[in-house]
């Protein structure tokens, strides 16, 4: 058996400042209120909104594609970030995601099994998942008529696979823009 594994939260830290609230032109303001979360309005959150008409593009794809209704179930496409952010080193995201397909589960067996590199003991249709994510991460051009196959065998339809892509493609850059606009480290 496995042991549960628990993921503490961690900070993220800019390289540049933030835009700060009480500075913040009408469209930064504007900009920050298309938050996922609508929780806070984070570090990174007030560093992207340095560039607020990009910042709302960003964020209006990325909810479209994390939250929207129908299709691949959200578990399904935080699992999709996961294996992305796992294989693109961007710590913080992989931590956020674990999280929440463990909380969307209501259950971190899957959590644990990647984080002690057990892979071995996911259900078929995680793994199907997470193996898929993990190969488009890696280099996108040579995924293969036999990896959308291996995703169909677990009893995923087109639409599923397409959410799919685009949770995992979106990581691709999210990573990327947390890695060059700062970095993670423990929350204290």
């Known amino acids: 058996m496995i042991p549960s594994v628990t993921l503490k939260p961690l900070s993220w830290h800019p390289w540049i400042a933030p835009v700060e609230l009480a500075n913040a032109t009408p469209e930064q303001l504007a900009a920050m209120q298309v938050t996922p979360s609508n929780k806070k309005v984070s570090e990174y959150v007030r560093t992207l909104a340095h560039d607020p008409e990009s910042y ?5 794809l990325f909810n479209a594609i994390m939250y929207v209704e129908g299709g691949l179930d959200r578990a399904d496409r935080e699992l999709g970030a996961l294996g992305a952010s796992l294989v693109n080193g961007c710590k913080y995201c992989a931590v956020v995601h674990a999280r929440r397909h463990a909380q969307l589960r209501k259950d971190n067996a899957l959590v644990s099994a990647l984080y002690y590199h057990r892979e071995d003991q996911l259900g078929p249709r995680d793994a199907a998942i997470y193996r898929f994510a993990r190969r488009l991460s890696v280099t996108p051009s040579e995924a293969t008529p036999e990896d959308v196959a291996a995703l169909r ?3 995923m339809n087109d639409h599923e696979i397409i959410d799919l892509i ?3 493609a979106i990581f691709g850059w999210a990573n990327r823009l947390m890695h060059v606009l700062g970095h993670a480290g423990v929350e204290k």
Not at 56 to 60: E, H, P, Y
């Open 56 to 60: 709302v593009a960003r964020t209006l």
């Open 153 to 155: 065998e677990v009893g």
């Open 166 to 168: 685009h949770a995992t």
